[in-house]
């Protein structure tokens, strides 16, 4: 069964937010990485938390490419 529009904004006000955190903290985690790098912190340890940044951003990015599309969903659905 289809979701309903009311499905679809539900979904895109529980995604939404989660994800732009994500992106917000995947981005921090990254700059700390890179911070860790400039002052010759030991490569597993600046690659390792750089890639969990990225990841993490990469997340956040899907999270909130499925809250938008959720969102034209709704709004296509809801259109007079």
């Known amino acids: 069964m289809a979701p309903t529009p009311e ?3 539900s979904v ?4 939404a937010p989660g994800g732009m955190l994500l992106v917000g903290s995947g981005l921090a ?3 700390d990485a890179s911070a ?4 010759g912190a030991p ?6 938390e750089g890639t969990a940044g990225l990841v993490l951003v990469n997340a956040g ?4 490419g499925e809250a938008m599309k959720r969102r034209g969903l ?7």
């Open 43 to 48: 490569l597993l340890r600046w690659a390792a």
């Open 29 to 31: 985690v990254a700059l």
């Open 7 to 9: 499905d679809d904004l």
């Open 61 to 64: 990015l899907a999270l909130y």
């Open 74 to 80: 709704h709004d296509a659905a809801t259109r007079p």
């Open 12 to 15: 895109w006000k529980r995604l």
């Open 36 to 39: 860790r790098r400039s002052s």
